[in-house]
């Protein structure tokens, strides 16, 4: 069936996986005092309207990401079949550290979320840097290997060896390097964004999103690459700036909210 079989075999895959989550939120006994399936047809609008709240601005900005890296692919593909085909492999071999960061970004929310609920400020900022740390360590292990063993990672996705392929893999091989230095603030930035979203703050990181990756990020990338004609390296360096940019703005804004929360406690306590 080829690529539509892929398609059918991914909604089937899907479908059955929001049958499975639904079917552990029923049965899981940590689960049973929400009742998530007997409330959905009854809902609560203002907790809808919460939710919506909350929600919205960071669709909006996994959107906004997503549609980055679209646009980063569409502008190496009028560079030539090669330098897209280089491109593809990179997409490839990055989200292999990045999900782990998003991991760790995720289960901190989680955490960051019930600590800041409590009111256990210490704790929310010692989630947060416990959890920016880890996403650290592992991004960086992963630049140090995608910079010292390049042509072996390149080679899963490509005969290295090959005659045809020699031009697509000496610009991999060139991009390795720029993708080495801008996965540790991907990291960082996904783990901070996070870290806000349990902190319930989720219209500012849009807003920060939508100036670093497209503003920053593929302004940047299109004047680099385009106008001072330094082809895929330089929109790969707008690419490396805007999320080092993004990065260093959300975990900016990070600090200044856990500040905040402090502030407020301690002037709480001197009141009482």
């Known amino acids: 069936m080829g690529v539509a079989g892929a398609g059918l075999a991914s909604v089937i895959v899907n479908c059955l996986m929001v049958i499975a989550l639904l079917a552990y939120v029923r049965l899981n006994r940590d689960c049973r005092e929400f009742p998530i399936l007997r409330a959905a ?11 919506l709240k909350l929600g919205t601005p960071a669709g909006v900005t996994a959107l906004i990401e997503g549609g980055l890296f ?24 990055l989200p292999m550290a990045f999900v782990v960061a998003l991991a760790i970004g995720e289960s901190a929310a989680v955490r960051v979320a019930w600590h800041d609920g409590a009111g256990n400020v210490a704790m929310t900022r010692w989630t947060t840097r416990t959890a920016m740390a880890l996403a650290g360590g592992v991004m960086l292990s ?17 005969d290295v060896d090959a005659p045809d392929n020699a031009d697509v893999v000496a610009i991999a091989l060139s991009l390795t390097s720029i993708a080495a230095i801008f996965q540790l603030f991907d990291g960082l930035q996904v783990v901070a964004l996070w870290c806000l979203r349990g902190l319930r703050d989720t219209l500012f990181p849009m807003l920060i999103a939508s ?17 001072l004609d330094t082809g895929a390296t330089g929109v790969w360096w707008g690419l490396a700036a805007g999320l080092t940019i ?10 200044l909210l856990l500040r905040a929360r402090e502030r407020a406690i301690s002037t709480c306590s001197r009141t009482l």
Do not use: Q
């Open 70 to 93: 679209v646009v980063v692919g569409l502008m190496m593909g009028t560079l030539g079949a090669d330098w897209l085909a280089a491109n593809e492999i990179l997409f490839h071999i």
């Open 142 to 158: 992963a630049a140090l290997v995608l910079w010292l063993f390049p042509e072996p990672i390149v080679g899963l996705f490509i």
């Open 41 to 51: 047809w009854r809902p609560d609008l203002k907790i809808c309207g919460s939710i």
């Open 246 to 255: 993004t990065g260093v703005l959300l975990a900016t804004r990070l600090y």
């Open 211 to 227: 100036a670093g990756y497209w503003l920053c990020g593929l302004g940047s990338g299109y004047w680099l690459g385009f106008v």
